[in-house]
């Protein structure tokens, strides 16, 4: 029972979790039909600098200086702008459930998903990933539906 605590407890930390509920909520996956539609758009289908060069499959951004990663061509308000350098595509696929499950910019998605697995009303939970705001949930639930990616959520 100990060791049951003990992975609880690190569970509890790595998700940054304040209650049971909380982690629960980080560990529920959401619809392949969203994960396809992000990749597709944040990748720009395989063919992004990101992509091709970091192994970066969801666009996930990096703050931190000591971690691998690239910077974007453009800059934002006189800023540059990095995004995560991954070794390979397992590791940016299990970085962006982590980013999901952990940001408090998703604690809404989160929260949602327990409600409802409908793709279409989860993907207005997702307007913090973008830039795009709002309109990014209107893309992402446009390719969903005209690439029929609702058949791999069964």
């Known amino acids: 029972m100990e060791i ?12 940054r ?20 539609a992000q990749a597709a758009m944040e990748s720009a289908w395989g063919t992004s600098r990101f992509f091709r060069v970091a192994n970066n499959v969801f666009g ?17 308000g006189g800023d540059t702008i990095y995004v995560r350098r991954y070794d390979d595509l397992g590791a940016s696929i299990k970085d962006y ?34 830039e795009k705001g709002a309109e990014y949930g209107n893309e992402l639930a446009s390719i969903i539906r005209f690439n029929k990616f609702t058949e791999f959520d069964k």
């Open 97 to 130: 459930y982590r980013v999901l499950a952990r940001g408090s910019a998703f604690k809404s998605f989160r929260e949602r998903r327990v409600e409802t697995e409908d793709p279409f009303e989860l993907v207005k939970e997702l307007d913090n990933y973008s």
């Open 60 to 76: 996930v951004w990096s703050f931190d200086a000591g971690e691998a990663r690239i910077a974007a061509g453009v800059k934002r």
């Open 4 to 15: 049951i605590h003990l992975i609880y407890s690190q569970m509890m930390i790595d998700f």
């Open 17 to 36: 979790a304040e209650t049971p509920d909380e982690l629960l909520q980080s560990l529920k996956p959401h619809p392949i039909s969203i994960v396809l």
